[in-house]
């Protein structure tokens, strides 16, 4: 099959997941709805596809998750209220992510893994390139990333994966990526990936955190990826597949990412990411600062 290089305009975001860490929190509420200050985290992914000039937004999800399609919808009853009350203020943010992108939803049905999820996203990709980003990461948008990878994707053809160096004792939670470099400082050749690697079996310290640009040739490579790490069909075993091809699907590059991330997965990061993006709100952050300052003197003093 020969796939097209036409422009991407289409985004795939993953968000069938349980949750699991952030139980009894995400018993009924989807992770991806956890406020991060007062916005739901799936609202920075959407808006940072958009800010790429991805319009066009399919939703992989699962059962329980219903908040997120009701999120990015209208909701006139609400709205009603407010302009009765006059409030513009809070209409405004209301209906900001309803019109933020088109949406589409498909469901995962069984979670077998994060390659199955972007394989659900055939029917409505075809055969162009796409983005996928994953819920979990929160790229500041003072320091644009998905804009790049379109770039190098648009000039190398293949596929880009997002890479961020991280501490050798915490490859292991990552999808490692062996290396090459290339005549531009960011960019590199990924000849090798491996998925979660055991300790001192890493080909680098280069992560693999959740921006792809994906060639449509990944949809066949996933179709052939036999269960990997914890019994699922994994997207970076998908890869390492395309990254051993100059054609055909290949190459994989990869762009290494210096800027600020946060990553709410995790339930710790989750936390600094709501204080880190708190204190740099222009309407939050001044007395939150002070009250942070204080918190923390006190507290060092006991």
């Known amino acids: 099959m020969t796939y097209s290089r036409a422009r991407i305009g289409k985004a795939v975001i993953p968000a069938a997941g349980l949750g699991t860490r952030f139980l009894p929190a995400t018993k009924a509420t989807p992770k991806e709805m956890l406020p991060v200050v007062d916005k739901p985290a799936i609202q920075y992914v959407v808006e940072e596809a958009v800010a790429a000039g991805l319009h066009d937004v399919l939703m992989i999800t699962g059962r329980n998750k219903r908040p997120l399609e009701d999120h990015f919808d209208r909701n006139y009853e609400l709205e009603e209220v407010l302009v009765r009350k006059g409030d513009d203020g809070?209409?405004?943010?209301?209906?900001?992510?309803?019109?933020?992108?088109?949406?589409?939803?498909?469901?995962?049905?069984?979670?077998?893994?994060?390659?199955?999820?972007?394989?659900?996203?055939?029917?409505?990709?075809?055969d162009q390139p796409f983005a996928v980003l994953l819920g979990d990461d929160l790229i500041d948008p003072r320091d644009p990333l998905l804009p790049r990878?379109?770039?190098?994707?648009?000039?190398f053809g293949g596929s880009v994966i997002a890479l961020m160096e991280v501490a050798p004792e915490q490859i292991h939670l990552y999808g490692a990526a062996a290396i090459k470099p290339t005549d531009e400082d960011d960019v590199v050749r990924v000849t090798d990936l491996v998925e979660k690697p055991d300790a001192g079996q890493a080909p680098s310290n280069f992560a693999i955190i959740?921006?792809?640009?994906?060639?449509?040739?990944?949809?066949?490579?996933?179709?052939?990826?036999?269960?990997?790490?914890?019994?699922?069909?994994?997207?970076?075993?998908?890869?390492?597949?395309?990254?051993?091809?100059?054609?055909?699907?290949?190459?994989?590059?990869?762009?290494?990412?210096?800027?600020?991330?946060?990553?709410?997965?995790?339930?710790?990061?989750?936390?600094?990411?709501?204080?880190?993006?708190?204190?740099?709100r222009e309407d939050l952050g001044p007395e939150f600062r002070n009250w942070l300052r204080t918190y923390v003197t006190e507290e060092m003093q006991e």
């Open 90 to 126: 809070r209409l405004a943010r209301v209906r900001e992510s309803s019109d933020l992108a088109t949406m589409h939803y498909v469901r995962q049905g069984d979670p077998r893994g994060l390659g199955h999820a972007v394989l659900c996203a055939e029917p409505h990709v075809g």
């Open 210 to 280: 959740g921006r792809y640009v994906l060639d449509a040739a990944v949809f066949d490579a996933v179709r052939k990826t036999e269960p990997g790490r914890n019994g699922e069909i994994q997207l970076t075993d998908a890869l390492r597949e395309l990254s051993h091809r100059d054609a055909d699907g290949g190459p994989v590059h990869g762009v290494v990412f210096t800027g600020r991330r946060y990553d709410t997965g995790d339930r710790g990061d989750y936390l600094r990411a709501i204080v880190r993006l708190a204190c740099e």
């Open 149 to 155: 990878m379109i770039d190098v994707q648009g000039r």
